[in-house]
């Protein structure tokens, strides 16, 4: 079972998070992207553009955090961080 979890914070504090699990037999790109999608969609957020150090800290660490800039709409929070919890 693939489950992401996706948390948005603001001055330090978690605002919101949810747990997003995937037991489809899609490649590990396809699930996270699915799972980010499920997520934005739940908190009524733009899905956020994927920068390139978004993509190479998640390719090491399993985690990284999109930060306003990475939204083309204004968003009310600091950050939003995904992390694979498990695979």
């Not at 948005?8 to 997003?20: A, P, Q, S, T």
């Not at 489809?24 to 553009?49: G, Q, W």
């Amino acid at each position: 079972m693939f489950r992401l979890w996706v948390r948005l914070f603001e001055n330090g504090h978690m605002l919101k998070d949810v747990v997003i699990e995937d037991g489809s037999e899609d490649s590990r790109t396809h699930k996270v992207m699915n799972s980010l999608e499920k997520a934005c969609y739940e908190f009524d957020l733009p899905k956020p553009i994927w920068l390139k150090n978004n993509v190479y800290d998640f390719q090491i660490h399993s985690k990284c955090r999109f930060t306003k800039d990475s939204f083309i709409e204004i968003v009310g929070f600091d950050y939003m961080e995904i992390q694979i919890i498990e695979e």
